[in-house]
């Protein structure tokens, strides 16, 4: 496993802007290119969601139906680093947002259960 710290989280009006970022250490041993990456929420009473998840190289990418086409998920594996642009952001976007690592899951892969690496959480409220 791979240690994952998000970072970004905070309160923006609907239609605002948020860049989420996830730092990985090497803990594990492996690089972090190995990992495919994804970026997961939950708000209060739901379940856990899938938000959007990036191939190891970045070339491929994913999205929920619900952002697509306002959020972009990116990495720099030389910082180590995941990150998830929100644009044009609604009020049911207000969740806890989850980075997750994975060492065989794919870009595509959407089950909270393909990811074996998670980091603690940061909170994204969204206002009306």
């Known amino acids: 496993q791979v240690q994952l710290v998000e970072s970004g989280g905070g309160s923006v009006q609907a239609g605002g802007s948020l860049r989420l970022s996830c730092a990985a250490s090497?803990?594990?041993?492996?690089?972090?290119?190995?990992?495919?990456m994804g970026w997961f929420r939950q708000a209060p009473g739901e379940e856990r969601e899938f938000v959007a998840a990036l191939s190891r190289s970045g070339g491929s990418t994913s999205y929920s139906e619900s952002v697509e086409g306002r959020f972009t998920i990116s990495r720099d594996n030389a910082k180590n680093t995941v990150y998830l642009q929100m644009n044009n952001l609604k009020p049911e976007d207000t969740a806890v947002y989850y980075c997750a690592g994975g060492l065989v899951a794919t870009y595509y892969s959407r089950g909270i259960y393909e990811y074996d690496s998670w980091g603690q959480g940061t909170q994204v409220t969204v206002s009306s």
């Open positions: 090497g803990r594990s041993g492996r690089p972090f290119s190995t990992y495919t």
